[in-house]
């Protein structure tokens, strides 16, 4: 973010602007290889499935949308921003940090692959719904932008997946290939982040504390999925499964996000939305780290360390 800053305001930034389709690309193609679609037919607790389902896509939205409106009103493209980080749930650290914190981690991967794909179908029709009239969204422009940047690369994922263990084998890509595609999509965030805040710079530098004051915000709306999910969790499920329903339902998919952004609503009013995303991921990340550190507190020990 610093970088993109500072590189935005020492040079004319816009020819960035043909960097977006391929970072974005090579932020979700990585990704999609490793995500595990045969889980979902291993069976496993619906009923959290349902109640993480209905946490991401009947609560989490809403509570996006109403945060969003208080602070954001005059300001429609944040506020987008904000939404868009509500509406597009888990991503693959859902499933790094439930394994941290000694979570059920089918149940991880199985929420990670039905909220990327309800998500990714419901985002326009929530976005049209709840700030249309607000903003003008692209309905199947942005149907379209979805399929190229979710859809096509999930496809692409599952057969370059097909293809690497009939080559090399499922026990060299388990052991060695499939730890390579996340340092790609990193890369990819990373090169999105850039784009954006370079192409920002200038009105940040002129408004910084408008900048930090989406901070607030953003932190409320995490505070508040926690606490809900937290409960949720310690009053209906195992310790597993309450570990698995937090992360499944705290985490959002913020590279998706990224890419909706910028490649549906274009270079300018994609990096002012991109920009709030982008904060997200500091306050994503620390929170998990952190939860997992409590986690015990909340719900006890594993039973094999409880023993």
């Not at 730890?179 to 965030?189: I, R, Y």
């Not at 926690?226 to 499964?241: A, H, I, Y």
């Amino acid at each position: 973010m610093i970088v993109g800053i500072l590189f935005g305001l020492a040079t004319d930034p816009s020819g960035l602007k043909d960097l977006i389709v391929p970072l974005t690309f090579l932020m979700v193609y990585p990704m999609m290889i490793n995500l595990q679609f045969g889980k979902l037919v291993a069976g496993g607790n619906w009923k959290l499935q349902g109640v993480a389902q209905f946490i991401n896509f009947g609560v989490v939205p809403f509570l996006a949308y109403g945060i969003g409106w208080l602070f954001f009103r005059d300001q429609p493209l944040i506020w987008l921003g904000l939404l868009l980080t509500g509406l597009l749930p888990t991503s693959g650290m859902t499933i790094s940090w439930t394994g941290f914190a000694k979570g059920n981690l089918t149940a991880a991967i199985q929420m990670t692959v039905i909220g990327l794909i309800l998500g990714s179908l419901a985002t326009p029709l929530y976005a049209q719904a709840l700030l249309g009239r607000a903003i003008e969204i692209p309905l199947m422009e942005t149907f379209k932008q979805i399929a190229i940047v979710v859809f096509l690369p999930m496809i692409l994922g599952l057969v370059t997946k097909k293809v690497l263990i009939s080559t090399v084998g499922k026990q060299k890509y388990e052991g060695n290939l499939k730890k390579k595609f996340p340092v790609f999509s990193t890369l990819g965030v990373l090169g999105i982040v850039f784009v954006a805040m370079a192409l920002k710079a200038k009105a940040i530098v002129a408004s910084p504390l408008v900048f930090l004051g989406y901070f607030g915000p953003l932190v409320l709306i995490y505070l508040i999925n926690f606490v809900l999910s937290t409960v949720v969790g310690k009053v209906w499920f195992s310790r597993e499964d309450a570990i698995a329903l937090v992360y499944g339902t705290v985490m959002r998919n913020l590279s998706i996000a990224l890419a909706i952004a910028m490649t549906v609503f274009g270079a300018k009013a994609g990096a002012e939305i991109a920009l709030i995303i982008s904060m997200s991921y500091i306050i994503q990340v620390q929170a998990a780290a952190w939860y997992v550190k409590l986690s015990d507190r909340w719900f006890g020990k594993p039973v094999a360390e409880g023993l």
